[in-house]
C-alpha cells in the first residue's frame, strides 16, 4: 500500500474513484445474490408455515372422523365417514413440505391415513351388515318364537299328564329362559361391547340348543310337531344372535387394533412433522436475516481497512497523535515530506501577509 500512499492528490483520487466504483459494483452484487436467498429463505418459511397449516387440518378431519365412527356406534345406523379432504390437505402439506424429515413424516402420516380410512370403510361396512340381521333376521324372530312358544304352552295341557307333563314343562322354561337370555344378552353386547356378555350369549346359545333336543324328544304325538317348530324359531334366534356376535366382535377389533393404533400414529407422524416444519421455518428465517445482514457485514469490514490503508503513511503507528488526518480524521503521525510542505505552506502564508497592500497602507497611517 506504499504505492497507494506515495501518489499525488489527483491519483489519489482518481484510485479512490476507480475502487469505490469496484466496491459499488460488489455492493449491488451481492445485493443481487442475499436479496435472491432472502426471498428462496422466505419462500421456504411460507411454504413451512403452510405445510404446518395443512397438516394441523389433517388431524383436525381425523378426529372429525373419529368422532363421527363414534356417532355410528352410537346411533347403530348407517352412516358415511368421508376423509377426502384429510386426503386433500395431506397432499397439500406434502408438496409445501417437499424432502427432509418433515417429508417423511407427513409420508409416514399419509400412510396411516390411508390405513384409517380403509378400517372407517371396513367398520362402517361390518356394522351395516350387523343392523341389517338385527332389523331383518334377528327382530322379526322374536314373533315366529312367542307364537310357537303359545302353541306348544296350550297343547301341552292337553297331550300329556302326570310326571311327564312336569317334565315337559321344566324343559320348556329352561329352554325358554336360555332363549331370553340370548335375546337380551345380544343386544346388551351391541351396546356395551361387554366381553362378559358375549361370553353369556355363546353359553345362552349352547344351553338352548341343548335343551330343544331334549324337548323334541320327551314329548309326544301331536305336542312333538309344536316343540319341534319351537325349537326350529329358537334356533333361528340363536343363529342370528351367533352371527351378530361375530359381526359385532370384528367391529370391535377394527376399532380397537386397527383404528386407535392407526390415529395414534397418525397423531405421533403429524406431531414429528409439526416439530420439523417449525425448525425448517425457523432456519430459513434465521437464514434470511443473515442474508440480509452479510452486505452490512462486507461494507463494515472493508471500509476501515481501505481508509487505513489510503491516509495513513506507511510505518505509522495506529495511535493517536497530535497529527490527524485531514480527510478521515484518522490520528497519524505526519511524515518527513509532509512536515516540509506544512513549513513551506505557513512560510508562504507569511510571505503573503507580509506583503498585503492593507497592511502597507496601515503603516503609511502612521
Known amino acids: 500500500m506504499r504505492f497507494l500512499r506515495n501518489l499525488s492528490v489527483a491519483s489519489k483520487l482518481a484510485v479512490s474513484a476507480a475502487v469505490a466504483m469496484i466496491l459499488l459494483g460488489t455492493l449491488v452484487f451481492l445485493d443481487v445474490q442475499e436479496g435472491r436467498r432472502a426471498a428462496e429463505a422466505q419462500a421456504g418459511e411460507r411454504g413451512a408455515v403452510g405445510a404446518q397449516q395443512a397438516a394441523a387440518a389433517v388431524v383436525r378431519d381425523a378426529m372429525e372422523a373419529t368422532t363421527a365412527w363414534r356417532g355410528v356406534l352410537v346411533a347403530q345406523s348407517p352412516e358415511a ?8 390437505h395431506m397432499e397439500a402439506a406434502l408438496r409445501a413440505a417437499g424432502d427432509g424429515p418433515a417429508g417423511s413424516a407427513l409420508a ?4 396411516e391415513l390411508q390405513t384409517l380410512t380403509g378400517a372407517f370403510n371396513a367398520g362402517i361396512e361390518t356394522r351395516v351388515e350387523t343392523v341389517s340381521r338385527r332389523d331383518r333376521g334377528f327382530f322379526p324372530a322374536f314373533p315366529l318364537f312367542v307364537q310357537a312358544l303359545e302353541a306348544a304352552s296350550a297343547n301341552l295341557q292337553f297331550t300329556l299328564t302326570g310326571e311327564a307333563r ?14 331370553n337370555e340370548t335375546r337380551l344378552g345380544i343386544q346388551r353386547y351391541l351396546s356395551t361391547d361387554d366381553p362378559q356378555a358375549a361370553t353369556r350369549v355363546r353359553r345362552a346359545v349352547a344351553q338352548g340348543r341343548v335343551h330343544a333336543r331334549r324337548l323334541v324328544s320327551a314329548s309326544e304325538g301331536p305336542l312333538q310337531s309344536d316343540m319341534r317348530r319351537l325349537a326350529d ?3 333361528a334366534i340363536g343363529t342370528e344372535a351367533e352371527a ?10 377394527i376399532r380397537t387394533g ?6 395414534e400414529r397418525l397423531l405421533a407422524a403429524s406431531a414429528q412433522a409439526n416439530r420439523s416444519l417449525a425448525a425448517a421455518a425457523e432456519a430459513r428465517a434465521a437464514e434470511a436475516t443473515t442474508a440480509m445482514s452479510g452486505m452490512i457485514r462486507f461494507v463494515w469490514m472493508v471500509g476501515p481497512w481501505w481508509r487505513r490503508s489510503c491516509c495513513c503513511p506507511p510505518g505509522s503507528p495506529r495511535t493517536p497523535s497530535a497529527h490527524r488526518c485531514a480527510a478521515w480524521r484518522k490520528p497519524c503521525a505526519p511524515s518527513r515530506r509532509g512536515r516540509l510542505q506544512s513549513r513551506w505552506a505557513t512560510a508562504t502564508a507569511r510571505m503573503r501577509s507580509a506583503a498585503s497592500p492593507r497592511r502597507w497602507r496601515s503603516f503609511a497611517l502612521r
Open 81 to 88: 365417514i368421508a376423509l377426502g379432504a384429510a386426503g386433500t
Open 233 to 235: 324359531t329358537g334356533e
Open 258 to 263: 386397527t383404528i386407535q393404533t392407526a390415529r
Open 108 to 111: 409416514s402420516a399419509k400412510a
Open 244 to 253: 351378530m356376535l361375530a359381526l359385532a366382535s370384528r367391529v370391535l377389533e
Open 166 to 179: 312336569e317334565e315337559v314343562r321344566d324343559i320348556l322354561d329352561t329352554y325358554v329362559a336360555s332363549v
